[in-house]
Each structure stands twice: as structure tokens, then as C-alpha cells.
């Protein structure tokens, strides 16, 4: 038996490249005669624009043009959002260039077209802009208050939707426990490290559009439609991208725009965004207010959910801003078995960034708010978090499992992974150390923080997905080229930012053709080559677009095998394919898949019928999501005199099913804990009463360094997924899902003894010295922001 | 318009620039040296750690002027003979880049960290690397791969 390549630690193709700086990030780009673009953004949250006037700007050193909103025609500017979820949504007019009214902090209102970056950025200063100012909506309980002042003529309220199984009513009727708490989740700012960057060029008829993006697929389907150029004259490219966590599946105003301007000038243009200018106009993530209540009988087993939540659409809907927070409609109820659930969920406009996918989109949150509620059962009850949880989980042997809100999970094994984490973490050891803090009153306290989480992966099966009314399908598309010498090249339509796609699809496909590694490469992210795909995110490139590479391997091998059958003169079933070859049963006779590789390229000698060539491709759509799932363990010290939070240790074990490469699956691990302790303890997008950003740099909002944060320790327990052959489930957003509440859980935990039920993230000192001095002053431990 | 000499990965360049263009420009839009990336506008992110005479700077926080007669080693520059510095391929080897925006950065800060301790403890690495943001690996991996790097260019010292 050959060793497979699927299931080693492979080190990447990707690295060598990117570590002597041989890169090709989008601002690296250049085209001969390239003009720079800048825009003018708005000082005020909500303001009338009553002129803009850009005359002197045109007129200085460089400047080859300026416009204001006014100057673009309306239909050719309106950003699209694909995710109208509920019947009677209002989709208010979003222009990609603010023509009477801005909304937040950043909007554009004009732009300058320069020779050179630090000209235009010149000639900004030289447009005038007037604004009489309107009042700012930056809270969504007042905005959704009767007299509030609105943010479009049609009302603050976007949507409301509601669902509900089984009866919610005889659930919590006489239960005998009932837990309400409301969570808060702060506004995120993803912080790929590539700012955003923009190249256009066009040949006079057809356009070229290099971006910092994570789906050139649907961003040239979505350019088309909304600027009006054919999709056949568009070309999209997505050369290296520095990282993207949802924030770069976007269709933004920056692209309509620099695209509108090649047209227009005929030129190519280059725009380059700032940090701060970024953490303005890149879309948040999270922001919501989760009302939460729970139901449970005496020994902690779970009666029914009810979640009301309200999320901050930001001032406009962008491409699936409505359909996040809804995301967690499926998977509050999590891995809990429960006699009901009911999610409602409205949208509310404010004047700030838009929201939309943040790593994890809507599933952080769903988790945040069950593995919050379930630790405080769990304290209410006396029991420790794990064995309420223990109570309440869907059992190993109960799979496949069809949950209360519907979903059927096709596999998993809770307790084997709960048993690992709490043996690598010593949890028994931990509990007895914060006991005796606690017994000593050491102004030290321990916490510990339990997070036993799943997710939906694998977005999406494209029947469900139009059942959510979602504006398009989930399938991925992958192809499979076997060129004359037996080399590989593979075109996958999931499109990488980091997540190391080279390396893994080549060992999907050195096993399933008997090619060597080395043999493949990997082609993606330009829409000339890999002509069809839809993108990467929502943990779905292993899950579906590895798979749709697999099965174009498996076409492979069946033309390889009639080829092969033809040449060895015998039946395609007396074949037995391995190592890369066919072999007649019984004999030394064989053809290398190099050699039939040759053999269709000469084509001197193929069976009637047969085309010279063994390239194939394949589409594959899955018919249910995936479901990792894990148990995360943080212990953290809780200084209760300074409020300073430390985590001493974490353990991470994650069941992502089967595992092409260990190493990246475990890089994605320790990037998304990193990601999700950051919400617990770091990051809040922070506004003011007048909607300015006051973490508009990143000075000001706190992305952890090396030296905020520990070692993670992570290991697997592996559950296959049923749903693809790959048995894999996807591991992009486990960490972040999971970590958020292992954190808080970890830093209440510590805080219990002394009243504290609850501390608002991120958990600053600041935050937990006032939860602290609050529960001690009698109140109810929940601090106002 | 002022007239700069500098030297960036061995070859010396005699430029006319504006005084307040910045280093990174100078590097990436005018002598072509696009390894070494931009991240943000406030010197937080270290995603443009250059050696300016031996040690780090962040070039975006550095005018063009002020490399006047430096010798500048870029991300570029880092090999000898076409093979990797033993930091990118200890970087490499423990997978200590994803994305690898912040790599060229990273390992120009992890070389100069070893500069003042050539043993360093992970506190001290961490410590050490604060200047410098990673989105993508949350930096057990970069511990991991400044340590083995440390090991190596020790190695490298002892074994000439």
C-alpha cells in the first residue's frame, strides 16, 4: 500500500514565493499611463449635501479629472445586495458615490483622478463640500423608537422575521428554570492585513479589473449587472490577496467606481485605500444587541430557546448584509437537543459602516449567545458547565441527528472531543486550583471558560440556499488539465487569500491520479482561466471545491481507463488503477497515466469516438452542510484588583472530519482562536454620539500582537463528514466560532463568587474593574457600555 | 528637488525625490522593490520592516531623504545564491505565514530581534515582535519559526 498524500503535513508551494517578496498583491500592479484615483469621504455620519464642487481640484498640478456623485448616472452606480431575505424587505437605494444625502463617516462624495498618488491626494483638499447636517442614528433601540430620526425616508426598521419549533409558549410555561440575559455583540473591523486595492484597464472595448478580493467570480457577475459592460467584456482578476476573513466578499463602491472611471477616460486607474481610510469604508462585522431566554427543568435538561435579536445593518444593505445575523437562525439551538426554539431577528439602519460576513458570519454570534446562557444554567443550577452540557448534547450514537430547528447533522462525537480537551487542559487540577484561590481570596481568580460549539459549513447546498431566498447557488467548480508530459495543472473556482489551496488540492489530485506531487500546479483567481467558481468563504473550499476537483479526477481516470483499455488491447474492467497507473489484472502490461497523458495528445491512435484529450471538470453542489464542531477550554487569571484578564492556557479540540493537510488545518485553527480572543478581550469598532469612527486606525483599534496572546494547544478528534468523499467538513471559522465564549466564559467564571454574571466585550480592565465595583456596589453585575 | 544615494539589496541608486516622499514609496513605486507591502498608515502593523544600517525600521515611517547614503536590505535581498535566509526557511518549515502579507515584515523584525538576543525565550520573542501584526496564524507558528530560525543562524555562526 502506497502512503496517500491526503492526511500529510505537507509544507506549502504558496511560501517560497511570498517569502523572498516575489508577490503580486494588487498594488503592486501597474499599467503604462496608469492614473491614480482618491476619494473625498465624508466628515459627517448624516448630512444633505448641498454642493460639491470639484472645479479647483481639476484644475491643479497632475489632476486629469474630478467628479462628484452627481456625475455618474444613477442606474450604473447602485450597489447590488444579493440576500433579500424576507419577502418584504426594504432595500433602500445605495449609490456607490453619495449624490444628496451621506450616512456614515467615509461615504464618498467626489473623487480625483491624478498622474501620481501624492497629487491626488493633493487636489482632495481643493473640493469644496457643503453639508447641513442631520441628525445621527447610532443606537439601534432609539432607532427603532417611534419619532426617531430616520436614516432613509422609509424608517430605521430594514426587516423583521421570525421562527419558531415546537411550542415555544409550553416550553417556558411553569419551567422550573428561566434565564434571561441579553449579550452584547461589539462592531468588528476585519483587519485583513492587504488593504484593499484596485487596477482597471480596458482595451477601448473589453475591461480588465484586478482586485484585493475574495470572489472575482461573483464580483464579475455582480460589475456586470450593475455597470452595465457585458460579463463576456469583463475579465476579473484576483492576484495575491493579503488575507480577506469575509470583509473582501464584497462588492464595493470602490470597484463600481474605478471601473466606471476606465470607462470613461479610457484609461487605466489605480486606486490604493489607507488603513484608516479602510477601518471607515471596508464592511464591519457583528453588532448586535441578543436577547436571550432559557428554559430548563431541574437537572439542567433544556425545555426551549427564545432568541430576539437586533443587528446593525450600518446605514445600507451591501451585498449580504440582511442574510448575516441570519445565519444564526439555524444554529442558536447548536448541539443541544430541546423540546422548542424560537429566532426572531430585525434589521435596523443606522448611520454607520454597513455590516456583513465577518469570519464565522452570524454563526459567532449564535454561539456566543447559547455558550453564554448555557455557563450561566449551568452556575444557577450549581452544576459544572461541562456536565450541563453533558445533559443536554446530541449523543454520538444519535447521528445522523435532525435538531429542532431542522438541520440534520450527518455526524459527530461531542463526548469524544469534551473528553480530550478536558484531559490536555488537566481540568480537574485547574477546577481545584480556582477553588483554593478562590478559598484564599487571592486577588488573582481563575476562570475557566467552556465553548462545546458547532457550526454549518460547506455554504452551501444551492436548494437550500434558494429556499433562503440567497441570489445565488453554493456549488464549486473545479477542472482538471493533463497536459502532453503527464504535468498537472488544476483550475479551481474556489479562490485562495491565504488558506493554502495550492498545496492541498495537489494532494488531493496526486492521489486520486498517481501523479507526484510536485507534478501539479494549481491555477485560480482569474476569471479568463478559471472561468467558473463561486468564491471563497463560509469554511467551503475543501468541502465543496476540493471535491468538485476530486470528481474531475475521477472523470480523468475514466477516459485515461478507456484510453488505457484501447492501447492494451483489452476490456476497460480488466483495469485495475493504482500508482498512477492501469494495469491489466494478472499481467505486467500497463499504461502510466503520463503515457496515456502522451498518447491523447498524439492522438495517432485513439478508439473511434474519442477526443484527444483527458482533461475534465466537474461541478459539485452539496446536498447539506457540514458540521465541525469541538470543545474549547481557556483558563484565564483575573487580576481583581487592576482588571487585567490573562489567559494562561487554551485548548482547542476541533472534530473538521477528515484532514487533507494537518499542518494547514491546524494554521487555520490557531489564526481563528486568535481571531475570536481578540472579540473577547481586544477589538470594538467604537463610535461616537456623532458617528465619528474613533477607531479609525490602528493605533486606536486594537488588533493583538504576538505578545497578547499565548500558545494554543490543539489537537482533532476525527468524526467523517457523510456528505462528500472527502469526508471533510471545512476549518476555516472553527476557531473564531468557537473562542469567543470559551473566553468570556473563562473571565465570568473567574468573577461568579463576586456577583458578576456577566462582563461586556471586549473584556477590557476597564470593563472587568467596573463589572467588579458594580457587583460589589449590589448591582446586577451588568455594566451600561 | 533633493538627489538621494542609496543602496537597496547591493546595488546602489542615485535618486531625484521629493523631500516628503517615504521610504516605501521610494522602494516600491520607483526602484520596483514591491516585496516589501504597506499595511497601514500609523506604523502599527510593521508590515514594511526594512534594515536601514542594520537594523529594523518600518519604512513607511521613514522619509526617502533620510536613507541618504543607507545601506537598505529588503525582503529581496534577504538570500544568498538564490537560497533562503535561514528565517524565511524556518518560517517555511513551521508554517509561519498564510496570507504572507506580514511576512516580509515579520522576518525582518524576527533577524533584528536575534540581533540583541541570539537565544531568545518565547516571552521574549513575542515581546520582541510586538511591533509587528498578523491576522492570518495567530503567532504560535511564528514563535515557532523565530526559535528554529534562532537555532539555525546559531548553527550557521558556530559551523563557518
Same mark, same amino acid.
Do not use: N
Given at each position: 500500500m502506497t502512503e496517500t498524500e491526503v492526511g500529510k503535513a505537507r509544507k506549502r508551494k504558496e511560501d517560497a514565493r511570498l517569502l523572498t517578496g516575489r508577490t503580486q498583491w494588487t498594488d503592486n500592479l501597474s499599467r503604462p499611463g496608469v492614473l491614480h484615483v482618491m476619494f473625498k469621504r465624508s466628515p459627517m455620519a448624516h448630512a444633505r449635501i448641498t454642493r460639491v464642487d470639484v472645479s479647483a481640484a481639476r484644475g491643479l498640478p497632475g489632476v486629469v479629472a474630478a467628479f462628484s456623485g452627481h456625475d455618474f448616472e444613477a442606474a450604473e452606480t447602485t450597489l447590488p445586495c444579493a440576500w433579500p431575505v424576507v419577502e418584504d424587505i426594504v432595500i433602500p437605494d445605495h449609490p456607490a458615490m453619495a449624490k444628496d444625502e451621506v450616512r456614515y463617516v467615509g461615504e464618498a462624495v467626489a473623487c480625483v483622478v491624478a498622474t501620481d498618488r501624492y497629487l491626488a491626494a493633493d487636489a482632495l483638499d481643493?473640493?469644496?463640500?457643503?453639508?447641513?447636517p442631520l441628525p445621527a442614528v447610532m443606537d439601534m433601540n432609539e432607532a427603532?423608537?417611534?419619532g426617531s430620526p430616520k436614516v432613509h425616508e422609509s424608517g430605521n426598521q430594514a426587516y423583521t422575521m421570525k421562527n419558531a419549533f415546537g411550542d415555544i409558549e409550553a416550553a417556558f410555561r411553569d419551567a422550573p428554570v428561566v434565564i434571561d440575559r441579553t449579550f452584547i455583540q461589539q462592531r468588528l473591523i476585519p483587519s485583513a492585513m492587504e488593504p484593499r486595492a484596485i487596477l482597471c484597464d480596458t482595451d477601448g472595448d473589453a475591461f480588465t479589473l484586478w482586485s484585493s478580493t475574495q470572489i472575482p467570480h461573483v464580483l464579475r457577475v455582480m460589475l456586470a449587472v450593475t455597470t452595465g459592460i457585458p460579463e463576456h467584456k469583463l475579465r476579473v482578476v484576483a492576484p495575491d490577496v493579503g488575507g480577506g476573513f469575509g470583509s473582501k466578499l464584497q462588492v464595493t463602491a470602490e470597484e463600481v467606481l474605478c471601473l466606471l472611471l476606465t470607462r470613461r477616460l479610457g484609461r487605466p486607474v489605480k486606486w490604493t485605500e489607507s488603513r484608516s481610510e479602510g477601518n471607515h469604508t471596508v464592511h464591519h462585522g457583528r453588532d448586535q444587541i441578543q436577547h436571550v431566554r432559557i428554559a430548563a427543568n431541574a437537572d439542567g435538561r433544556l425545555r426551549g430557546l427564545q432568541v430576539e435579536l437586533l443587528a446593525d445593518m450600518g446605514a445600507y444593505f451591501l451585498l449580504l448584509t440582511p442574510g448575516i445575523p441570519l445565519l444564526a437562525g439555524s444554529m442558536c439551538n447548536a448541539i443541544y437537543k430541546m423540546d422548542a426554539y424560537e429566532?426572531?431577528?430585525?434589521?435596523?439602519?443606522?448611520?454607520?459602516?454597513?455590516?456583513?460576513?465577518?469570519?464565522?458570519?452570524?454563526?459567532?454570534?449564535?454561539?456566543?449567545?447559547?455558550?453564554r446562557i448555557m455557563d450561566e444554567l449551568a452556575a444557577e443550577l450549581r452544576l459544572d458547565p461541562l456536565e450541563v452540557r453533558r445533559r443536554n448534547w446530541i449523543k454520538h450514537e444519535e447521528f445522523p441527528f435532525t435538531t429542532i430547528s431542522g438541520l440534520t447533522y450527518d455526524s459527530g462525537n461531542y463526548e469524544a472531543a469534551t473528553d480530550r480537551a478536558m484531559a490536555l487542559f488537566g481540568y480537574d487540577k485547574l477546577r481545584a486550583e480556582q477553588a483554593d484561590r478562590r478559598d484564599r481570596g487571592d486577588p488573582v481568580q481563575l476562570g475557566i471558560g467552556v465553548s462545546t460549539y458547532t457550526e454549518m459549513c460547506g455554504l452551501a447546498p444551492s436548494r437550500l440556499l434558494g429556499g433562503a431566498r440567497f441570489g445565488a447557488g453554493g456549488w464549486e467548480h473545479g477542472s482538471v488539465r493533463v497536459l502532453p508530459t503527464g504535468k498537472i495543472e488544476v483550475i479551481t473556482g474556489s479562490t485562495p487569500h491565504g488558506q493554502g489551496h495550492v498545496t492541498a488540492w495537489s494532494q488531493i489530485v496526486a492521489d486520486a491520479l498517481g501523479v507526484p506531487f510536485?507534478?501539479?500546479?494549481?491555477? /485560480? =483567481?482569474?476569471?479568463?482561466?478559471?472561468?467558473? @467558481?463561486?468564491?471563497? /468563504? =463560509?469554511?467551503?473550499?475543501?468541502?465543496?471545491? @476540493?471535491?468538485?476537483?476530486l470528481k474531475a479526477c475521477e472523470k480523468v481516470r475514466e477516459k485515461a481507463r478507456k484510453l488505457a483499455a484501447h492501447l492494451l488491447e483489452c476490456s476497460p474492467d480488466d483495469l485495475e488503477f493504482a500508482g498512477g497507473a492501469f494495469k491489466?489484472?494478472?499481467?505486467?502490461?500497463?499504461?502510466?497515466?503520463?503515457?496515456?497523458?502522451?498518447?491523447a495528445f498524439t492522438a495517432h491512435d485513439l478508439p473511434d469516438g474519442v477526443e484527444p484529450r483527458l482533461d475534465s471538470e466537474a461541478t459539485f453542489d452539496p446536498e447539506n452542510y457540514s458540521f465541525p464542531h469541538g470543545t474549547h477550554l481557556c483558563a484565564v487569571e483575573v487580576d481583581t484588583e487592576t482588571g487585567q484578564v490573562k489567559i494562561r492556557s487554551y485548548v482547542a479540540v476541533d472534530d473538521i472530519g477528515k484532514v487533507v493537510n494537518p499542518l494547514i488545518a491546524e494554521g487555520q485553527v490557531h489564526g481563528g482562536i486568535a481571531q475570536g480572543v481578540a472579540q473577547a478581550l481586544f477589538e470594538e469598532a467604537v463610535y461616537d454620539a456623532e458617528g465619528n469612527l474613533l477607531t479609525s486606525t490602528m493605533a486606536d483599534y486594537l488588533l493583538p500582537s504576538a505578545a497578547d496572546l499565548p500558545t494554543f494547544v490543539t489537537d482533532r478528534t476525527e468524526t467523517p463528514a457523510t456528505g462528500n468523499p472527502l469526508g471533510a467538513k471545512g476549518v476555516g471559522e472553527a476557531g473564531t466560532i468557537a473562542s469567543t465564549p470559551a473566553v468570556v466564559n473563562a473571565v465570568v467564571d473567574a468573577l461568579r463568587p463576586h456577583g458578576v454574571h456577566d462582563v461586556q466585550m471586549p473584556c477590557t480592565?476597564?470593563?472587568?474593574?467596573?463589572?467588579?465595583?458594580?457587583?460589589?456596589?449590589?448591582?446586577?453585575?451588568?455594566?451600561?457600555? | 528637488m533633493p538627489r538621494i544615494t542609496v543602496t537597496v539589496d547591493g546595488v546602489k541608486y542615485e535618486e531625484d525625490v521629493e523631500p516628503r516622499l517615504l521610504l516605501v514609496h521610494l522602494l516600491r513605486e520607483r526602484l520596483g522593490k514591491t516585496g516589501t507591502p504597506v499595511g497601514c498608515d500609523t506604523s502599527n502593523c510593521g508590515a514594511c520592516t526594512i534594515m536601514m544600517d542594520g537594523k529594523?525600521?518600518?519604512?513607511?515611517?521613514?522619509?526617502?531623504?533620510?536613507?541618504?547614503g543607507c545601506d537598505v536590505v529588503t525582503i529581496e535581498g534577504l538570500g544568498v545564491n538564490g537560497s533562503m535566509h535561514p528565517m524565511q526557511q524556518a518560517f517555511h518549515e513551521e508554517h509561519a505565514l498564510q496570507c504572507g502579507y506580514c511576512t516580509p515584515g515579520m522576518v525582518m523584525a524576527a533577524i533584528d530581534l536575534l540581533r540583541d538576543n541570539p537565544e531568545p525565550s518565547e516571552e521574549a520573542i513575542r515581546e520582541g515582535l510586538e511591533g509587528n501584526l498578523c491576522r492570518c496564524t495567530g503567532y504560535c507558528n511564528i514563535v515557532r519559526a523565530v526559535r528554529r530560525g534562532a537555532q539555525e543562524m546559531g548553527q550557521a555562526v558556530k559551523t563557518p
Open positions: 481643493a473640493i469644496d463640500v457643503d453639508y447641513e427603532l423608537t417611534p429566532f426572531a431577528c430585525t434589521g435596523v439602519f443606522t448611520t454607520k459602516m454597513p455590516t456583513d460576513a465577518y469570519r464565522g458570519a452570524g454563526r459567532p454570534e449564535a454561539t456566543y449567545l447559547i455558550e510536485e507534478d501539479i500546479t494549481v491555477l /485560480y =483567481g482569474d476569471t479568463a482561466i478559471s472561468y467558473k @467558481g463561486m468564491d471563497t /468563504y =463560509g469554511s467551503r473550499s475543501l468541502v465543496i471545491g @476540493g471535491v468538485a476537483v491489466v489484472r494478472g499481467t505486467d502490461s500497463q499504461k502510466t497515466i503520463q503515457e496515456l497523458a502522451f498518447a480592565p476597564e470593563r472587568v474593574w467596573r463589572a467588579l465595583a458594580g457587583a460589589q456596589a449590589g448591582a446586577q453585575g451588568v455594566m451600561p457600555r | 529594523s525600521v518600518k519604512s513607511c515611517s521613514v522619509l526617502a531623504v533620510q536613507a541618504d
